[in-house]
């Protein structure tokens, strides 16, 4: 039984290393990338997505403000129900 050469690659000889064929001494080439605006809208969301899931549930301080105004007899008076209402509006019909 005979096994013959495959390909013209004798070991022997030394010739080109594979895949490096055409390679030039010529200027490297630099990769680039490119991101949509959509990725980048995309991105944007779950950035701020992430920063309001790690913020804290509950102010406090900003609540012991509010028992403290609530509590006031004269807090809440017509002037801040009309403010309240308008604000409410607003946001529901822009």
């Avoid at 028992?67 to 403010?83: F, G, H, Q, T, V």
């Amino acid at each position: 039984m005979t096994i013959d050469r495959i390909g013209t690659i004798d070991p022997i000889q030394p010739g080109n290393r594979p895949g490096r064929a055409g390679q030039t001494g010529g200027t490297p080439k630099t990769d680039s990338i490119n991101i949509s605006s959509e990725a980048q809208e995309k991105a944007e969301f779950f950035r701020v997505r992430e920063l309001a899931m790690n913020a804290p549930d509950v102010r406090t301080d900003r609540v012991a403000e509010l028992k403290e105004k609530i509590n006031d007899p004269s807090y809440i008076n017509d002037r801040l129900l009309n403010a309240t209402a308008d604000r409410l509006i607003e946001a529901l019909f822009g």
